[in-house]
């Protein structure tokens, strides 16, 4: 079975950084298209940055481009995320997701995998 798990979570001050990572298991073929998302309670989950197999294009939300850089390695099957220059409104449940087809997509919905997440708290 494909499973995804994130890690690299924590509490950090403003302005820190932390690395997340996921690491996928199961088939040994890498994920056209594998992407960072986020949720607070009370809010819908959040499109954070995605990436895709081959040529490695990136995508960035819009509350995060220039601090968070999103990148894989897709012999090991792993998907990672420097997140700097933290702020208290990153702070947040941050998800791993795969989707099969080789189309990006900003939309939780769309997505066919994921990882239990893993907490992100910034203190002010």
């Known amino acids: 079975q494909v499973q995804l798990v994130e890690s690299g979570g924590g509490l950090v001050q403003a302005g820190g950084s932390l690395n997340l990572s996921c690491a996928a298991s199961?088939?040994?073929?890498?994920?056209?298209?594998m992407t960072w998302f986020r949720q607070v309670p009370g809010k819908e989950r959040e499109f954070v940055a995605s990436i895709g197999r081959i040529f490695g294009r990136t995508y960035y939300g819009d509350s995060v481009k220039g601090r968070f850089t999103i990148s894989r390695d897709n012999a090991k099957n792993t998907l990672d995320l420097v997140m700097n220059n933290l702020e208290p409104e990153d702070t947040a449940v941050y998800y791993c997701?795969?989707?099969?087809?080789?189309?990006?997509?900003?939309?939780?919905?769309?997505?066919?995998?994921w990882g239990q997440g893993t907490q992100v708290t910034v203190s002010s």
């Open positions: 199961g088939p040994t073929l890498s994920f056209p298209v």
């Open positions: 997701a795969a989707r099969r087809s080789p189309h990006i997509s900003y939309h939780h919905k769309d997505y066919d995998y």
